[in-house]
Structures are given as C-alpha cells and as structure tokens.
C-alpha cells in the first residue's frame, strides 16, 4: 500500500508546494502590501526552479576515469584561488588599488569558475581526497580574502571585546585577567587558546583570533565529510556534504566573525563525530569514545555557555531518533555514543550549578526572544531616525530589484534545495535510513536558514549551530544533481547553475564587509538605507585607543553609537559609554561627551538604547558638517571627536538653516 502511495505523493508534492506558495504570496498582497507581497515571491520562484530541475534532468551515472583532465582542473581551481588571494593582498598594500573591489571580483567570478571545474571533475571521477582539498580551497578564499581587505573586522560586534580579553591573557598568562563582570571570566576557552596562538606565533591577538577561526572552520568541512563517511556507503555523498558546508552562509560569517561560540559549534562537531566513529562500533570498548573525546569535552565547558542549549534538542534527537527506530523494527538507522555528548552537556550544567553563574542569563534571554519578534522595516528589523537625511519610502520597483540581490538568490536556491531534499528524502527513504537521525535533524533546521520579514533576536547563532546538518538535506539534492561531465553540461545546465550559484551565493551573503555588494534593496529590508558598518580602518581604531586611554584618564562618560561602543571595548571593557538618544531633530544623552565618527555620513549608523532594541540613523553631510563646525570639541583625532555642552548633560541640536 505504502509503495504504491509513495510514487503519487512523490508526484504531488512540489506541485502542492507551488499551490501553498501562490496562496501565501497572495495573502501577503492582501494584508501586508505589494511591497511585502513581491518580496515572498522568492519562496514561490525557489519552488519553481526546483521544479524545473526536478521534471527536467535526467541523473547522471559515473563515467569512466578521466585520468588527464581531473587534475589539471583541479590544478586551475587551486591556481584561481591563489591568484585570488594574492590579488586582494596585493590590492591591501598598494595605495591605488581597491581591496573591497578586488575582493568582490575574486567571489564572483573566481568562485563559479572554481566550482564549474570542481563540478566536472566530479563527472571524472577524480579522487575524493583531491576533491575535498579543492572544496577546502575554495572554502577559504572568502575569509582569507575578508581578513585581508579589512583592517579590523568585528562583523555583528563582539570581536573587539574578546580581542582584548585575548590580549589581557597573552600579557598576563592567566585567564583569570579577564574582568569578573563578564561571564567569559568564567567561560575563557576562546580567549586562552587566542591568547596562546598570539604568544607561540608571535601574531597580533586579532591576527591570532581570525586565523583560529578560519583553522577552526576548515576542520569543521573536514569533520563533516568524514562524518558523512560514517553514515554513507556511496562515495560521492560524502563530497556532496562537504560542498553543501562549504556553501552555506553562516559557515562563512562565523569562520570570521569568530567569537565562543563560533569555536564551541567546531569542537561539539568533533564530538558528534567522535561519537558516531566509536559509539556505534561493537567492538569498542564502552567509554572509549567519552576517553578519546574528553579533552575536548572539557575545553567545552569553559568555552560557551548557549552553546549547549541550542545543542541539546539536536543531541536528543541523535540519540532518541535510532532508539525509537531499534524499538519499532529498523535497526539500520546510525546511532552513536552518547556518553560525550552527555558528559558535555551534564557537566556544563554542573558548571553552572556550582559557579552561580548563566542560568539567570538564560531566563533572562529567553524573556527577551519570546518578546522580541518584529517585521522588519531595514535589514535588522529596526526603525528608522534621520538627521538631515532623506528617509527613502518602500517602493514596488525596489521590491522587484531585491528579488535579483544576493541574499534573495541565495534564499530562492535554499527554498529549492531543500524543497528537492525533502522530496528525494521521501522517494528513496531506505537509501537514506542509516543518518536518518542527522537528516531529521537537518529537515527540522532547514526552515530556521531561510530568511523571513520576522527579524527573531539571536536567530543567526542558531543557524550556525544547524547548518552542518542541514548540509545533509543540501547533500541529498546535490547528489541527485551530480555528477555532470563535460558532455551533459549543455542539457543539464540547470543543475549545475543550482550547484555553481548556491556555492556562490552562500559566501556573497556572509560578505557583509563589501557593502557595494549589499548596497540593496536587500531581500526583507523595506527602506533601502546604506550599510551598517562591518569593520573599522587603522585611523578608526587608532582614534578609539587614543579616546579610550583620554577619557579613561579623565573619568569622562560618554554617549556614543553602537559600532563606537564596541570599538572602544577592544582598548578599554567597561568604559562608561552608551548609546545616545534621537529626538526632535537633535541628538541628547546624560553622558559626559558625544564621541562622533567622520564615517556616520557613509554608513547607516546603529544605536542601541536598550538591549532588545535597534535604531538606524541616517546622517547627511550637511548636518554632520554643521554639527563639527558649531558644537564644542573637546577632544579629535581627526576620525574621531568628541563635543560637550556641559558637564552632566549633552546636547547636540543642529537646526537647518531657516
């Protein structure tokens, strides 16, 4: 009966699919405008492209070994990357060369000719491992390239902060440096091990902390791929896996954007893994695996401490998932140990239990994300002040035009990726039973990476910590693509724009530092505003140790933007400073000083009056100008100033001229 269903459903689905997606985009239209309407039309074309794939291509099977043009493709793959990364550097140091273009040249163009020969070589057979060192490759050209075009990177802003809890450790040798009014005194993992890369590499503890991190998520494909190889007997799953890693947005930011919690998701995958590898053999004795796994454990539970509870529902249902299966007659669905995770996750909690410390946090952060969901009117979900600049309206023309931006290209091909996983899922279940439980898993995160108009705090960090799993559905489809030879690129040039664009796509949305590429209308973002700064130049972060060290020595309090307060952590933790206030036209606060930025007038300018809240303020030149040449500067370095009226309370109030 079953059998018979099957094929019908498997007939249905992506047409049932379309039905829903024309229904939502419609009732979008209805409630919400045409603006909002248009931009939920990426679902409903992410559908159709998966449809076309699906009805349209023939799988291909292996061809014979193509002994000469396997490694001379991989050998150009290898030779475009390196030509990338040296352009970008070459482009860093010459004073007359644009690093950010150069570094947007080398992902859209230097990637889809990479992953096009990396492709064929998959259709030739060549070696898995020769494979995976070109995925690795490929892989790392966008945060080798970020560092370089950037002088200081802080991404969604916590690095500066932990740059300098890693630079108090490599000064002082001790962890216990790190200032008792933050959790991390408690939580040091990261910190120590940057702190002692800086001192055995004799690197800076930036340059320490982004290159741990790009190591660190190297290993993380590396992990995924050998897990794939535990569950896989096919050969080709296993590169699939490590592609679909590689091609996934917060695989990239967060190699970068490397703060604990970056560095807990790699070591609890090297967990997972261990696990799988020695859990599920009979002829282990127990516990071998929680000994092999226990010092990463232990680094574990002084690294982060959220990790573990985003980590929890996704170890449940790795453990009860085969268990349910064993109980009810499929006794070839994977199951791992348990004990490392266990002991991973038992001895966090006593951690917390014995110190004190982070359970109250968690209450308190969860109040905050059950209250916090809100439609976005920029990309942060924050409303809009302005300042002598023009607020730009919501118009249908740039909605039409978000659709062709790069977070909508990416999330039309995750919607058809996934949708296509789960349909392939569903026909060959048996072929898929042995990671049944990573699959549900990755099924169950699928809907947490695509971007919707409800901006949820802290939704990015859970992306991360899904995404290696998810990386399995991507495989599924990828699999059902692949492998393509030079002779059946021509009818099946759909399959390998998917393969080649979604690769793409996933580092060009995690490339929040070139912001010619995200100058929108980005994909939810209503009102097209300018970007939100990612990084700061050597004369910013010149300007912040200078005004640290100035107003530490004068005891001044100051009243500043968000990406200055985290500027100003990397010098000086605990420096009183908070955001201002906008109203009325003028910008107040009860701080001491204003610390201003010349950079407020090329960027959208993020403030944060209260914890579970954003601002975006647009400043134009003519205000800005006005606001330097009136107020009383007490103190610039050129980049940066700081203004006051008077001792208490500050006031800047720049009128325009009547």
Request: proline fraction near 6%.
């Amino acid at each position: 009966m079953a059998v018979g269903i099957r094929p019908q459903v498997s007939k249905y689905f992506l047409p049932a699919l379309l039905a829903v997606a024309i229904a939502v985009t419609t009732t979008v239209f209805e409630f919400l405008g045409p603006v909002a309407g248009i931009k939920s039309g990426y679902v409903l074309l992410g559908l159709l492209f998966a449809s076309l794939v699906y009805y349209t291509h023939t799988p291909s099977t292996l061809v014979s070994n193509g002994l000469g043009s396997a490694p001379y493709y991989g050998q150009v793959v290898l030779g475009v990357v390196a030509l990338s990364i040296a352009a970008v550097a070459a482009a860093s140091v010459l004073p007359f060369a644009d690093p950010s273009t150069v570094r947007t040249g080398a992902i859209l163009v230097g990637l889809p000719v990479g992953y096009t020969l990396l492709v064929l070589q998959i259709g030739e057979r060549a070696a898995p491992d020769w494979l995976l060192t070109q995925i690795l490759a490929l892989f790392a050209l966008d945060p080798i390239t970020k560092v370089l075009s950037t002088d200081f990177y802080f991404g969604r802003g916590d690095i500066p902060k932990h740059v300098r809890f890693a630079e108090l450790v490599a000064t002082t040798g001790t962890w216990r440096s790190i200032p008792e009014t933050t959790l991390y005194h408690f939580f040091p993992g990261l910190q120590t091990l940057v702190g002692s890369v800086s001192l055995l590499s004799g690197l800076s503890t930036y340059d320490s902390l982004v290159a741990t991190g790009i190591i660190t998520y190297l290993v993380v494909v590396v992990v995924a791929y050998l897990l794939a190889g535990q569950l896989f007997d096919d050969p080709l799953l296993p590169i699939c896996v490590a592609l679909g890693v590689s091609a996934l947005g917060p695989i990239h930011r967060y190699s970068v954007y490397f703060f604990p919690q970056s560095l807990a998701v790699g070591l609890a995958l090297v967990v997972v893994l261990a696990a799988y590898r020695f859990g599920g053999v009979p002829e282990v004795r127990p516990g071998y695996h929680l000994l092999v796994a226990s010092p990463i454990v232990v680094a574990l539970w002084f690294t982060h401490h959220l990790t573990v509870v985003l980590f929890a529902p996704l170890v449940f249902c790795l453990v009860a998932i085969p268990a349910i299966a064993g109980r009810v007659g499929f006794d070839d669905v994977r199951g791992l140990g348990p004990l490392p995770l266990a002991a991973w996750i038992g001895g966090s909690i006593a951690y917390w239990l014995l110190t004190g410390v982070f359970i109250q946090n968690l209450i308190n952060d969860v109040r905050m994300v059950v209250g916090q969901g809100q439609v976005s009117d920029t990309d942060a979900g924050a409303p809009i002040v302005s300042l002598g600049a023009e607020v730009p309206e919501p118009l249908v023309g740039e909605a039409l035009r978000s659709l062709l931006s790069v977070g909508a290209v990416y999330n039309v091909l995750l919607v058809c990726v996934f949708s296509l996983g789960a349909l392939l899922l569903f026909e060959r279940p048996n072929r898929y039973r042995s990671p049944a439980a990573l699959l549900v898993v990755g099924l169950s995160g699928a809907g947490l990476m695509i971007r919707t108009p409800i901006d949820i705090h802290g939704l990015a960090r859970t992306q991360l910590v899904v995404s290696v799993f998810v990386a399995f559905v991507v495989a599924v489809t990828l699999h059902r693509l692949l492998p393509l030879s030079s002779g059946s690129i021509r009818k099946a040039g759909p399959a390998l724009l998917i393969v080649v664009l979604l690769a793409t796509s996933g580092p060009a949305s995690a490339a929040d530092d070139l912001y010619g590429l995200h100058s929108g209308p980005d994909l939810w973002e209503t009102r097209t505003t300018p970007e939100t700064q990612k990084e700061f130049s050597a004369a910013e972060m010149e300007g912040f140790r200078l005004t640290a060290s100035f107003a530490d020595r004068n005891e001044i309090t100051v009243g500043t933007d968000w990406n200055s307060e985290i500027g100003l952590s990397r010098y000086r933790y605990g420096l009183a400073a908070e955001s201002f206030a906008v109203e009325e036209g003028r910008i107040t606060t009860d701080r001491d000083v204003i610390l201003y930025r010349q950079r407020w007038v090329d960027r959208s300018v993020r403030l944060v009056p209260e914890r579970t809240s954003f601002v975006t303020l647009l400043i134009s030149d003519g205000w800005f100008d006005r606001m330097v040449e009136t107020e009383n500067k007490v103190y610039t370095t050129g980049d940066l100033g700081m203004i006051a009226d008077h001792s208490n309370a500050t006031s800047v109030d720049v009128r325009e001229p009547q």
